[in-house]
């Protein structure tokens, strides 16, 4: 399973799409731009999250180093995407840029999205 992430470029709305029939997603009467993941740049240590798997469970930090959780620059939201679907947990500022997961037996993890608010979407590939 794949999934696209769009954001409203007028309110900064984001958006999933799980179904791409080659529509186009729309917000405040503007075209949604796809956002694309980033894996690698300067500041990876800080962006690209970190999984460590544990039997029944996923822990996700953002970054090696920890994101800052600032209200000026913050992770809004840590994505899961499985071979059965997605999960996604909000965070908000001034709490730890982590989340945990917690996968069915028979599930396969794919890949974690995260997003942050200065620097976009990242991933990591399981």
């Not at 470029?9 to 980033?38: R, S, T």
């Not at 994101?67 to 995407?81: A, K, R």
């Not at 730890?96 to 028979?106: S, Y």
């Amino acid at each position: 399973m794949d999934i696209k992430f769009y954001k409203c470029e007028h309110c900064g709305n984001i958006a999933v799409k799980v179904v791409d029939h080659n529509v186009p997603l729309f917000c405040c009467g503007e075209k949604m731009v796809e956002l694309v993941a980033d894996s690698t740049d300067a500041a990876t240590e800080k962006h690209v999250p970190a999984v460590t798997r544990e039997e029944g469970h996923l822990h996700v930090n953002v970054g090696s180093v920890d994101h800052p959780m600032l209200p000026e620059h913050w992770i809004q939201f840590i994505c899961l995407v499985t071979d059965k679907g997605y999960e996604v947990h909000p965070l908000v500022p001034e709490t730890p840029p982590a989340t945990d997961f917690f996968v069915a037996e028979g599930v396969q993890p794919l890949r974690v999205y995260e997003y942050c608010n200065l620097h976009g979407l990242w991933v990591t590939e399981l």
